[in-house]
């Protein structure tokens, strides 16, 4: 028996709500909370048209911390997950701090104004999560998240130490559109202009924004080019696997999206200062994304698969040597779309959200204070994996990688 409050209305909180009405034992009572009520409303009937179950919906501003708190007083829930953007986590974690109730989220916090994103800020809130005796749950997404939750398996079953891990995110799908982003816009945008980096004997390394490209054979999929960039799960990684000499990760991305993103970057389209245009002030990179396709409108469209996964080097736990594994899922976009609507970047993403959520109210997570995905007991989160739509499989490759 548990209630829960979803905050955000976007592809991610529709696959997790559709999710958690497919799991109505774990999920008694679901409440969905967005800045447009109308979404919510378009994912409740959806839901009750695919499962049965009743979701009730609210409008919300999560940036307005009393009219949250207010919010969690009435709804009650024991879980507070927030699918809204990464801007609005630490409003919702004081929110949840002053209400007293469990937080989880897929993305950590970034401020409006700077195109930077750490932990730093989340992990600032640990005593204070601790002393009111609460959990926070942090990246339970698909990378960050089941790319950790992969990791700490590796780490758990196979490998006493991890000396190098490569993550390699493909999204062999095609929507159709000539450019187009597969989550929000305006996040996707800042992650891939951001200088790449990566854990290097004890430090991040830095490097110009998609200089690095490789090729690799992805299975499902094809061979593939993939850029080297930074993610979040790297900076969780090299704290929680401290003996890492090296830690990368990587993304596919074809060359029209290249040709496009360098031409809008050039023309100055994925900036964040505010540009006084007719008397306004706007940011480009909004304009831009209200422009560009919402991400969950490429569900009906997208044909193919993604396919991301973990190779991680190192000393074998049962003494045989340094072995290398490779461990991933493959998702098909029509697969996805047919089950919730939604394309496979959401799926693969809102149901570890799901997942995440059923580890915290079921208690098979239990903690006081903040925590990243990490820091939790892998193996209960990978069977779900496996028995709600994200099958993975593990595998020992004959060599370390040599890209
Ligand atoms: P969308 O942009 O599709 O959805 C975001 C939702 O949040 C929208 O419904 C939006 O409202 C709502 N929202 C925005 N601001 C507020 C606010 N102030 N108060 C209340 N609601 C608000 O994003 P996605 O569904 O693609 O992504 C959701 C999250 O998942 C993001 O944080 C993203 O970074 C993360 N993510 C994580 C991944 C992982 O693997 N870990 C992968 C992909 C995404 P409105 O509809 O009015 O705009």
């Known amino acids: 028996m548990s209630t829960v409050l979803v905050i955000g209305a976007g592809g991610v909180s529709s696959v997790a709500v559709h999710k958690m009405a497919m799991n109505a034992g774990i999920f008694t009572d679901i409440h969905l909370a967005s800045r447009t009520k109308a979404k919510c409303d378009a994912i409740a009937a959806s839901v009750k048209e695919r499962t ?3 979701v009730k919906t609210y409008e919300i501003d999560a940036e307005e911390v009393p009219a949250m708190v207010k919010l969690i007083d009435k709804v009650q829930p024991s879980l507070v997950v927030n699918l809204a953007l990464p801007y609005q986590d630490l409003p919702i974690m004081d929110a949840c701090l002053e209400a007293g109730v469990d937080y989880l989220d897929t993305a950590n916090y970034e401020p409006k104004d700077q195109a930077k994103f750490e932990y730093s800020w989340q992990w600032a809130y640990h005593d204070r999560f601790k002393e009111a005796g609460i959990m926070a749950l942090l990246g339970s997404g698909f990378d960050p998240g089941v790319t950790s939750v992969f990791t700490m398996w590796l780490k758990k079953h196979k490998l006493k130490t991890i000396r190098t891990l490569d993550i390699l995110d493909c999204n062999g799908g095609d929507h159709g559109q ?40 992805f299975e499902a999929v094809g061979p593939k080019n993939m850029y080297m960039m930074y993610h979040e799960e790297l900076e ?10 090296r830690a990368r990760f990587w993304m596919t991305f074809g060359d029209e999206y290249i040709k496009h993103l360098t031409v809008l970057q050039n023309v100055g389209m994925t900036g964040i200062e505010p540009v006084r245009f007719q008397g306004k002030d706007i940011i480009p990179l909004q304009f831009l994304a209200a422009v560009l396709p919402k991400p969950e409108t490429l ?6 698969k993604t396919n991301i996964g973990c190779i991680a080097t190192g000393e074998a736990l049962d003494g045989s040597g340094e072995k290398t594994f490779y461990i991933k899922n493959i998702c098909d976009h029509e697969d996805a779309f047919a089950e919730t609507g939604n394309q496979a970047v959401s ?22 204070g903040v925590f990243n995905i990490e820091e939790l007991d892998p193996d209960p989160f990978m069977d779900m994996l496996n028995a709600h739509g994200l099958p993975w499989t593990v595998e020992e490759l004959a060599a370390p990688v040599d890209f």
């Open 299 to 304: 569900g009906p469209t997208t044909t193919g």
């Open 236 to 245: 969780s990684l090299a704290k929680f696997v401290p003996e890492l000499e």
């Open 52 to 54: 049965g179950v009743d």
């Open 178 to 217: 000539a450019f187009a982003t597969n989550f929000n816009p305006e996040i996707n945008i800042r992650e891939v202009t951001a200088p790449a980096r990566h854990w290097e004997n004890g430090e991040f390394v830095e490097t110009p924004a998609m200089a690095k490209k490789v090729q690799f054979d």
């Open 347 to 368: 799926y693969t993403t809102g149901v570890p959200a799901m997942i995440g959520s059923a580890m915290v109210v079921q208690g098979l997570w239990k903690g006081q």
